[in-house]
């Protein structure tokens, strides 16, 4: 069983496009993470979310906390090949560190 | 953020042999940990590593196959014993660091292929 599902766990779009990326769980997490990763290196820190409905923006990027801290999105406005790698969304559930990942999106942004 | 350097980058080992990884932080943190990437997949906790203690393992990793060494808080240890072509990943430091909440960074991943 999952603990964090994410979706989709693949995406193609044009340039330009909005998309959105969803990571559920039934558990409670104490803080959210999301990462983008480039292929052969290690995942890059986009956004740390701890408070239930908090709404963290990065350039074109919007992060949403679910109002009960079970639930994630990231939204991608306007996407630019650039955007184009794996999107990865990780949970603590207990201000442990010990990180829990959705099993990932891979986004490709065609122009 | 907090800077991870990992050793080596990328190996191609021979299965039975043992790859130890390093990994060095810039600073002194509390919390560090180990997890594997398989190929196609997300990431899975292997363990914390604990300093001046044994490390603790998640479900499914014992510390014969996957002995941690952490003898101080910039520096840690993973060694990967009697591969096989199934322990091919990419195994990745992360340390705890500035951030809200416990905010996790990520070194740039061992990747290793076992032939």
């Known amino acids: 069983t999952q603990l964090l599902e994410q979706s989709p766990q693949f995406l193609s779009i044009q340039e330009g496009e909005n998309l959105t990326v969803y990571c559920n769980s039934s558990?409670?997490?104490?803080?959210l993470q999301w990462y983008r990763q480039e292929p052969g290196e290690g995942p890059v820190l986009l956004v740390t979310?701890?408070?239930?409905?908090e709404v963290k923006k990065l350039k074109r990027l919007t992060f949403q906390f679910g109002d009960a801290r079970k639930d994630s999105s990231l939204h991608i406005t306007a996407a630019q090949t650039g955007d184009t790698g794996l999107y990865l969304c990780?949970?603590?559930?207990?201000?442990?560190?010990?990180?829990?990942f959705g099993q990932g999106t891979t986004l490709q942004v065609k122009p | 953020s907090a800077v991870i350097s990992q050793k080596p980058s990328r190996d191609i080992c021979q299965r039975g042999t043992s790859l130890t990884i390093q990994c060095q932080v810039d600073?002194?943190?509390?919390?560090m940990f180990w997890y594997r990437q398989q190929p196609g997949q997300s990431l899975t906790l292997i363990a914390t590593?604990?300093?001046?203690?044994?490390?603790?393992?998640e479900s499914g990793f014992v510390i014969d196959k996957f002995p941690i060494s952490r003898p101080n808080l910039t520096f840690s240890t993973l060694t990967v014993s009697n591969m096989s072509p199934e322990d091919s990943s990419i195994y990745l430091c992360?340390?705890?660091?500035?951030?809200?909440?416990?905010?996790?960074?990520f070194g740039e991943g061992s990747w290793l292929t076992v032939v």
């Open positions: 992360s340390v705890e660091g500035p951030g809200v909440g416990n905010t996790i960074y």
């Open positions: 558990s409670v997490f104490s803080s």
């Open positions: 979310v701890v408070t239930g409905g």
């Open positions: 990780a949970g603590d559930r207990g201000n442990t560190g010990k990180l829990i």
């Open positions: 600073s002194q943190v509390t919390m």
């Open positions: 590593a604990n300093q001046g203690s044994e490390a603790t393992y």
